[in-house]
């Protein structure tokens, strides 16, 4: 859910900070008040375009904060695809717009592209109101929505669709294949054995370059090596004067005066092991000296050697695992190609088995979905009746679209298929008598798109609502009196169970309903306008749901009647 929210200088909204709550969260305000621009820093949180106007006058950034709980681990795999990390359970995301048209957007404290908050925002928050933000007109969340309708059954079933339709997909890209241009497949097959001979001939030995290139640098400089160790050996023990005779000389001179300094003892005896750790380093110093020889031929042996892994590395891979990984590939590839050549007339008959098979799967599928469908379209009617809506026709049509050279035909018709089987799904809908029947996108207003979506969240609604983002519902009353509006805030509240929802209202009726209100009001300082958001406590929300029954003139009778509508109107366990 939407927890927290703080708007700075969007329009009349000079600085704004709402702390919402679970269930159904209700604003109200007089008309002009400002309302519909909460829902427009809500939608700028939602990835919606941004437009320096809406920066409040006089001022240069405006800026939208969301503190999120949002249901599911969905966002975070968002987030670690984009390279984030976060272990809270709660989400931040800032968006700030400047005069100078910089819009930045910000999460978990982190600067983001628009992209990933567009990716983000479909989890977390979800408008409904505006033709352009209801995502109901999108024909695949229509038919997300009417596999939905069919629980368990229909997960299973469409599990079962897109299981043999990925099968039957495998085998015709094999297929297609060998079928393919003959000339094409030879030249692949010459290249494949070609690249697999080179690299084989190389014999090459995982990570051997790490090893070639220090023994390399060590062939180079021998001579330096074996003047170093020399020089070293002979400053630490064969001069005059070296290290060695110096530590004698010096542990000799401290046991000299142990009778006076009683720590002398101790320091000579240290500077005799460090005599003998010197000795024994001396040892291993000649030791390698005595073995140090220059070879031409080795360092002209790993020079070609590591010229042919260059060779192979700036064609198949950056290091010799890299190559050998490759070589594992096309070797299977290569298996591939010339065994499904031989068996070509096995594969068509496999090719043709696992696309009956998807048929008849999707036969099913699409036989469920007819009979969803029409219970779908009861139970909408049913939910659009209390909606001010009862003349209002639904139906969900299915349908097949024609595609050329597609494997799979219907009634002598190719027709094109996916996972999801070969149904086109579309919502229609006719809001008023008399009108035509037309697919939702062009079939109804703002308000109506609103309320349709309500009764479907209704019709289909499952035990997984606690994995729904954050509802908002604007406009969603338009065109609704009386008893409709009671209604209507019944099924909010309905609804809002086990999730959150924030709608915008201009009915006490479903005001009435809410868990959460909040009054939307102008005020007026120092000659410039600014609109505050107020969490109403009970003797407030009395206070306004009577001015919303009666108007500006707040009566005793009106409070009476507030009061009687919010007490009637308390949560009920459903």
Do not use: C
């Amino acid at each position: 859910m939407l927890r927290d929210l703080h708007v700075r200088n969007l329009a009349v909204l000079e600085e704004v900070s709402i702390e919402f709550g679970a269930g159904l969260n209700i604003l109200t305000g007089e008309t002009g008040a400002g309302k519909s621009i909460v829902v427009d820093s809500l939608a700028l949180l939602g990835g919606a375009r941004a437009d320096s106007e809406l920066i409040r006058t006089g001022e240069q950034v405006l800026s939208v904060t969301g503190v999120f709980e949002p249901p599911g681990d969905e966002w975070r795999q968002v987030l670690r695809e984009s390279g984030l990390e976060s272990d809270s359970d709660e989400l931040v995301v800032r968006r700030e717009i400047s005069r100078e048209g910089r819009n930045r957007v910000f999460v978990q404290d982190q600067p983001v592209t628009l992209a990933l908050l567009t990716r983000l925002a479909p989890r977390l928050i979800r408008i409904h109101g505006q033709r352009d933000e209801l995502g109901l007109v999108s024909a695949h969340l229509q038919r997300l929505w009417l596999d939905r309708s069919g629980g368990d059954s229909g997960e299973m079933a469409l599990r079962q669709v897109g299981e043999r339709f990925h099968r039957q997909q495998d085998l015709a890209k094999r297929l297609e294949r060998v079928e393919g241009n003959e000339r094409l497949r030879q030249e692949r097959l010459d290249l494949l054995r070609f690249q697999i001979g080179e690299i084989d001939a190389a014999r090459l030995r995982s990570g051997e370059e790490a090893d070639l290139e220090v023994e390399r640098d060590l062939q180079r400089h021998v001579e330096a090596i074996g003047g170093a160790l020399g020089e070293s050996l002979s400053v630490l023990f064969e001069e005059a004067g070296s290290a060695s005779d110096r530590l004698s000389v010096a542990s000799r001179r401290l046991q000299e005066i142990a009778d006076w300094e009683e720590q002398s003892s101790s320091w000579s005896e240290e500077l005799d092991a460090m005599s003998i750790d010197l000795q024994e380093m001396a040892r291993g110093m000649r030791q390698r000296l005595d073995s140090l020889e220059a070879d031409p031929q080795r360092l002209n042996a790993i020079e070609e050697r590591l010229s042919v892994i260059d060779r192979l590395t700036r064609k198949y891979g950056q290091t010799t695992a890299e190559v050998l990984e490759y070589r594992e590939r096309i070797g299977q590839e290569l298996e591939e190609l010339v065994g499904d050549v031989e068996q070509r007339d096995e594969l068509e008959q496999q090719m043709k088995v696992a696309l009956q098979e998807f048929r008849q799967a999707a036969d099913d599928l699409s036989k469920r979905r007819a009979e969803w469908g029409r219970k779908l379209a009861d139970r909408v009617h049913r939910e659009l009746g209390d909606l001010a809506m009862a003349k209002a026709r639904f139906e969900v049509e299915l349908s097949r679209r024609r595609q050329e050279n597609s494997r799979l035909e219907l009634a002598g018709t190719p027709v094109e298929f996916s996972e999801f089987g070969y149904d086109q799904v579309t919502f229609k809908l006719a809001a008023n008598p008399g009108e035509e029947m037309l697919p939702l996108a062009s079939s109804a207003s703002g308000g109506e798109l609103s309320r349709f979506y309500l009764a479907l969240q209704l019709a289909v609604r499952r035990r997984d609502a606690g994995e729904m983002p954050t509802l908002v519902f604007d406009e969603v009353d338009a065109g609704v009196g009386g008893a409709e509006a009671a209604i209507l805030g019944d099924k909010l509240q309905r609804l809002s169970g086990g999730t959150q929802i924030l709608a915008v209202t201009h009915l006490a009726q479903v005001a009435s309903h809410a868990d959460r209100h909040f009054r939307v009001r102008k005020r007026v300082s120092d000659g410039r306008t600014a609109t505050r958001v107020d969490a109403l406590e009970a003797s407030e929300r009395v206070e306004e749901v009577a001015r919303m029954l009666a108007g500006k003139r707040v009566t005793s009778l009106s409070r009476s009647h507030a009061e009687e509508l919010i007490s009637s109107t308390a949560r009920r366990v459903s």
